[in-house]
């Protein structure tokens, strides 16, 4: 689906979601589960992606940074 931007090796700890934050770099927040609220984020690796606009930046299986091209939604809606 996406191409491998940075390879990191994140590993994953079950009821944490991984993003890649504004900074470019790997974050963590704990999940909310069941009416209890989430976590506040905290920095897992510090990459420092420079992010170009129209992809999104995820964390893939492999726990590296990937990059994917956005679709327009709303584009697609006016036709």
């Known amino acids: 689906m996406g191409e491998k931007v940075q390879k990191c090796g994140v590993k994953r700890q079950n009821g944490f979601l991984y993003?890649?934050?504004k900074a470019g770099d790997v974050s963590k927040a704990k999940?909310?589960?069941g009416g209890k609220k989430g976590g506040k984020p905290e920095k897992v690796m510090k990459v420092g992606v420079i992010k170009e606009a129209g992809f999104l930046y995820y964390l893939?299986?492999?726990g590296d940074?990937?990059?994917?091209k956005?679709?327009?939604a709303k584009a697609k809606k006016k036709k």
């Open 31 to 33: 999940m909310a589960r």
């Open 70 to 72: 956005m679709v327009n």
């Open 19 to 21: 993003y890649i934050d």
């Open 60 to 62: 893939d299986k492999a």
């Open 65 to 68: 940074v990937a990059k994917a």
